[in-house]
C-alpha cells in the first residue's frame, strides 16, 4: 500500500464532506497558528497536552452520559475549566509543571475509563483521539468560524500587552499590565480552541497544530509578528496538505498533518543554526561592535 | 508605609529634585524594593502622599521609568530588541496601532535605542543577547517614555565591572542631559558612588537621607543599626564593617567579621 498516493485525490477533492472537511480544516490552522507563538512563549507546551487531554476527557464523560450530541460541550468545559485552573495556579506566565502532569494523568485515566463503559458505535470513541475529520458538520464549521472570528479580534485587541505579559512577565507588572487576568483570556481562548480542535483532529494533533508550527516560526524569526504569519501559514500547510494527502490512501490525517510540520520544523532549526553561526561568526570578526567597556 | 501587618517605615519624607541621583541602600527586608513599588503606582501608602512632579504616579505612566534587575530572557523569546524596547513604551496600552501614531512609535523607539548605543542589536533576539546587552535595552525600554524620573532596582546585579560602568555611565548622562532623576536601589554604594547625590540608608523602619558624606559614617550607620558599626574610607571607597549577627552585611554571609558588601569581593 502506498502512503503517498494521489490517483483518487481529484475525485475526492470534488466530494462536498471533504471540503467541509478543508474548511475546517483551515479555520482551525489560523486559530491554532495564531495563538501557537503565545503558546510557545509562554512555555505552555506541555499545559496544552493537559489541556487537550482534560478536553478528551470531558467529551468522553459527555459522551457516555449524555450522548453524541454533548461531545461538544463536554470538550468545552472540560478544556476551559482545565485551562482557568492553569492559568489560576500559574505564578506568573508559567503554568506549573507538576500541576500539569498531576491533572493530565487523571484526566486521560477518566477519559479511558469513560470510553471503556461507552456502550455506543467504537468509531465516536477512536475519533476523539485520533479525530474524525471526515465527519465534521457544516454547524461544526460555522461554530468553529464563529470562535475563529471572536479570537482573532481579541487576540487584535488584547495583542500587546498580552505579549509584554507572556514573555517578560516581572516587567509587564511593574509596568501596570493585569498579568493574571491576561493569562486567563487566554486560557479562555486557548480552550476553546483546543475543544474544537479535538472533535476535527483529535487530542493528539490539537499540540502538534498549537505548538509546532509556532515553533518552526520562532526559529527562524524574532518577530512577533512575522513569527505569528508564518505559524499560520506552516499550520495551514500542515493542515491542509496532510488532509489532501490522505484522501487517496485513506488513512487517518494525522501521520500526514504531523509528518508536514515536523519537517518544516526540522528545516526552520536548520535555517536559524545557520544563521546564528553565521551572525557569531561575524561578532569573532569584530563586524558586530560589542558594548565597550566604561570602567 | 505598610505593608501586609509590618510597618516598614514611617515619617519618610523625600524630596527628589530634577537630575538628582539618589542611592537607595539597606538590609534585605528594609522595604527598598516596597519603595519603588509604590512610586510605580502599583501600592498606595498606608498614610501620606506619594507624588511624581506633583501628582499620584499612575500605573504604567510613561513618566516613571523602571529599570530592573539583569535577568536572562529565554533564548527563544520572539522578540526583536526593537520590539522589547517598544514594549516599554505601549506594552502596557490595549488596541492596535496604526498610522501617525505607528510612525511615532517607531522614531521614538529608534531614538531611545540610539540614546543607549544599541542599534548594533536592535534586530538581534533578544534572549541571544548577553547580559550586558540585555540590560542596555532594559534602559532604552525605561527611556523611551521619556520618563522624568527612574526607577531602577539593583540594575548592576550579575553584570560584570565593564558592563556596570556602561550602566552608570548611561544614567549619569541621562540625568545630566534631560534632568531626570534617577531612584537607585543597590547593595553596592562603591559603584555608584562618583555620581551619587544623596543616599536614603533604611534599616528597620529607621532611615537616614544626606549626602554619602553625612550618611556612610560610623556614627550615623551604628545608630541605624542600633550596634556598634564601623565605617572606613580606602583608596575612594566606603566599607562598612560590623560584628557577627549584625546585618550589616547585604549578602547573608555569618562571618564573624565582615567587611560588608559595599566592597567587591
Given at each position: 500500500m502506498d502512503l503517498i498516493d494521489l490517483s483518487q485525490t481529484a475525485e475526492l477533492l470534488a466530494l462536498p464532506f471533504v471540503q467541509t472537511a478543508l474548511a475546517a480544516g483551515a479555520v482551525l490552522a489560523l486559530l491554532a497558528g495564531l495563538l501557537g507563538p503565545l503558546v510557545v512563549g509562554r512555555g505552555m507546551a506541555f499545559a496544552t497536552h493537559g489541556i487537550s487531554e482534560l478536553s478528551f476527557a470531558g467529551a468522553a464523560g459527555a459522551l457516555l452520559i449524555a450522548g453524541?450530541?454533548?461531545?461538544?460541550?463536554?470538550?468545552?468545559?472540560?478544556?476551559?475549566?482545565?485551562?482557568v485552573i492553569f492559568a489560576v495556579l500559574s505564578t506568573r506566565a508559567r503554568a506549573n509543571d507538576t500541576v500539569i502532569g498531576v491533572v493530565l494523568a487523571f484526566g486521560l485515566g477518566m477519559g479511558v475509563l469513560f470510553q471503556s463503559l461507552y456502550q455506543g458505535r467504537t468509531a465516536n470513541?477512536?475519533?476523539?483521539?485520533?479525530g474524525q475529520i471526515v465527519g465534521v458538520d457544516s454547524g461544526q464549521v460555522i461554530a468553529l468560524a464563529i470562535v475563529g472570528a471572536v479570537v482573532a479580534v481579541a487576540l487584535v485587541a488584547l495583542y500587546r500587552p498580552l505579549l509584554f505579559a507572556s514573555l517578560d512577565p516581572d516587567m509587564a507588572l511593574a509596568r501596570g499590565v493585569p498579568t493574571r487576568a491576561l493569562g486567563i483570556a487566554f486560557a479562555l481562548m486557548l480552550?476553546?480552541?483546543?475543544a474544537l480542535g479535538i472533535q476535527i483532529v483529535g487530542a493528539l494533533l490539537v499540540l502538534a497544530l498549537l505548538v509546532t508550527p509556532a515553533a518552526a516560526a520562532t526559529a527562524v524569526t524574532a518577530n512577533p509578528v512575522v513569527a505569528t504569519v508564518l505559524s499560520v501559514v506552516i499550520a495551514e500547510v500542515a493542515v491542509l496538505g496532510g488532509i489532501i494527502l490522505s484522501l487517496?490512501?485513506?488513512?487517518?490525517?494525522?501521520?500526514?498533518?504531523?509528518?508536514?510540520g515536523f519537517v518544516v520544523y526540522l528545516v526552520c532549526r536548520a535555517i536559524g543554526a545557520v544563521r546564528l553561526r553565521r551572525s557569531g561568526r561575524r561578532e569573532t570578526q569584530g563586524g558586530t561592535p560589542r558594548p565597550e567597556p566604561v570602567a | 508605609m505598610e505593608r501586609g501587618t509590618r510597618r516598614l517605615w514611617s515619617d519618610l519624607d523625600l524630596d527628589v529634585s530634577q537630575g538628582e541621583f539618589v542611592a537607595i541602600l539597606g538590609p534585605n527586608g528594609s522595604g527598598k524594593t516596597t519603595l519603588l513599588t509604590m512610586l510605580l503606582g502599583l501600592l498606595p501608602p498606608a498614610a501620606g502622599e506619594v507624588l511624581v512632579d506633583g501628582r499620584r504616579p499612575q500605573r504604567g505612566s510613561s513618566r516613571v521609568g523602571y529599570v530592573p534587575q539583569q535577568k536572562a530572557l529565554d533564548p527563544s523569546v520572539p522578540l526583536r530588541g526593537r520590539d522589547f524596547v517598544g514594549l516599554g513604551l505601549d506594552g502596557h496600552r490595549f488596541g492596535p496601532v496604526f498610522g501617525r501614531r505607528r510612525r511615532e512609535r517607531r522614531d521614538r523607539i529608534a531614538d531611545a535605542l540610539h540614546q543607549v548605543g544599541a542599534e548594533a542589536w536592535a534586530d538581534a533576539p533578544v534572549g541571544r543577547l548577553s547580559g550586558g546587552e540585555q540590560q542596555r535595552l532594559r534602559i532604552a525600554q525605561a527611556l523611551v517614555g521619556d520618563p522624568d524620573i527612574l526607577l531602577c532596582d539593583e540594575p548592576l546585579l550579575s553584570l560584570d565591572l565593564a558592563h556596570q560602568g556602561v550602566v552608570i555611565d548611561l544614567l549619569d548622562r541621562r540625568r545630566r542631559e534631560h534632568g531626570t532623576a534617577v531612584l537607585f536601589v543597590t547593595h553596592e554604594l562603591n559603584p555608584v558612588l562618583p555620581?551619587?547625590?544623596?543616599?536614603?540608608?533604611?534599616?528597620?523602619?529607621?532611615?537616614?537621607?544626606?549626602?554619602?558624606?553625612?550618611?556612610?559614617?560610623?556614627?550615623?550607620?551604628?545608630?541605624?543599626?542600633?550596634?556598634?558599626?564601623?565605617?572606613?574610607?580606602v583608596r575612594g571607597r566606603i566599607l562598612v564593617v560590623g560584628h557577627e549577627n549584625v546585618p550589616v552585611h547585604h549578602h547573608g554571609e555569618q562571618d564573624d567579621v565582615v567587611v560588608s558588601s559595599f566592597a567587591r569581593s
Open positions: 453524541t450530541a454533548f461531545v461538544g460541550v463536554g470538550a468545552l468545559v472540560g478544556g476551559i475549566l482545565v485551562a470513541k477512536f475519533s476523539l483521539l485520533v480552550g476553546t480552541t483546543t487517496s490512501p485513506g488513512l487517518p490525517i494525522s501521520p500526514y498533518v504531523t509528518t508536514i | 555620581v551619587v547625590d544623596r543616599v536614603l540608608y533604611l534599616v528597620d523602619g529607621r532611615f537616614r537621607v544626606g549626602t554619602p558624606d553625612e550618611v556612610m559614617t560610623s556614627e550615623t550607620l551604628s545608630e541605624l543599626y542600633r550596634t556598634s558599626v564601623d565605617v572606613v574610607r
